[in-house]
């Protein structure tokens, strides 16, 4: 009864007016500090509705949100989010949105010159130092995204939530910045939670595959583990067994027994 | 635009065999090149309003030229006024003074009653924009009162303040702050949903998500709102002060027209435009500064 995050029974209805709307039903899961868990659905299923739960932004209908046996029902800075869009503010430069975040979350705790440092330690550590003083529009979207993950880094989440990060992002950005993401895990040993799509993507980085059921009222239909070594690089798992057998795993998931039927 | 196409002609000009002569003619000619482009910009943009400001002087004067004309012609106002044209800062009496002195005292007034209608309309607008109730309850009232026109205004104010310095100051501040809260108002409602939750995340207090997401977000509706209203403002001086008497150039056109002195109110008729194009023009590049990143 000690998990780091558990998901107690989540029950999520929208309603409008008269009509109700189940996304999600009867969802539970626990994650372990330092735990790496993807979810991946067919679109429509409610797993960026989860997200919003778990960070705060959306509330539950029913059942709860505990982090660290403390039931969370707002947003907060010690659940970051890395969102889909990359969400940095077009009239601050990089260095400036990333300071908004760690002025506010430790204007108190911190002297100018540590927040400084540790604003700078942020753009370091996703390789954007070189790009401090310009502004969102004047870079590009892999950027953007990662100038993203500094902000959401530098608020020392308890848990990091990725929504869907790299889904607007090409073949070859992506894989680039999916190696920024499992380094960065491997220094800070921070938890996560990604969104995704991509099966690929969720096998790699992954130490869970959480595998949700098609909507309405969508719930965890399958639980993959992936029991590869860290640190793990592309080239050799595309013959490794282990890889192979969860890629399977989640392809067979999400094709052969929960297949979008709508989608055409 | 034009000017690069011309350079760039110059070039292809030049011989082609010979590439590096026109490398190294080209950087002691450089300083000069950059003078000719300031002074091509400069003959682009001010060539074609003077020479129709020079056209439409000779409808006008050919117009009115002749005698028994009901308005002056330019040779005219020239003659009579010149005065005030040459020297507007002077100061003959209490009442004989330049127009530049009754331009700012004008302008004084629209500078407060302008001001405390940013500042009202800003807040309040901020308010109604965060709220569906108050934007559902407020805005049908706002826009029934938006139209009213500034001079309806005017007995109101002048029965409530007893004066017609504040009652002046009232018509511009209600008359000017419609467009900056409506205009407010709607830029806050199209704060983007992604800066909102980047708020929440970060729990910003209502000071600081005003200060930090909320007025840089909504900044380009508000320099829109602010620039209609900066001209309402001057719109609407001029039609009290020309009801409220004292000194300023509404009521120095209503005094002209009084002992018919047709070739001041021309004049006069010249500084409005020029001064309310100047406003304008001073809000839009505010705008344009604050609005630059987003």
Redesign the interface.
Known sequence: MSAYLKLDHICKTFRRGSVENDVLRDINLTIEKGEIVSMIGHSGCGKSTLLNLIAGLTKVTSGAVLLEDREVNAPGPERAVVFQNHSLLPWLTVYENVALAVNKVFGAQKSRGERKDWIEHNLDLVQMTHAKDRRPSEISGGMKQRVGIARALAMEPKILLLDEPFGALDALTRAHLQDSVMQIHATLKNTMIMITHDVDEAVLLSDRIVMMTNGPSATIGDVALVKLERPRHRLELVSDRDYIAAREAVLKFLYERHRFVEAA | MSLSAVTSKSEDATPSPVKILPLNVARPGAGSRQFRRFGQALVNNFVPPIICAAILLLIWQIAFGRAGATLPAPTVVWKEASDLIIDPFFRNGPQDIGLGWRTLTSLQRVGIGFSLASAVGILVGAIVGQSIWAMRGLDPIFQILRTVPPLAWLPISLAAFRDSQPSAIFVIFITSIWPILINTAVGVRNIPQ??R??A?????NHF?FFW??MM??A?PYIFTGLRIGIGLAWLAIVAAEMLTGGVGIGFFIWDAWNSSRLPDIVVALFYIGAVGFVLDRIVGFIGHLVA???
């Open positions: 992604d800066y939750n980047v929440q995340v970060l729990r910003l600081e930090k997401i840089p977000s900044a630059r990143g987003a």
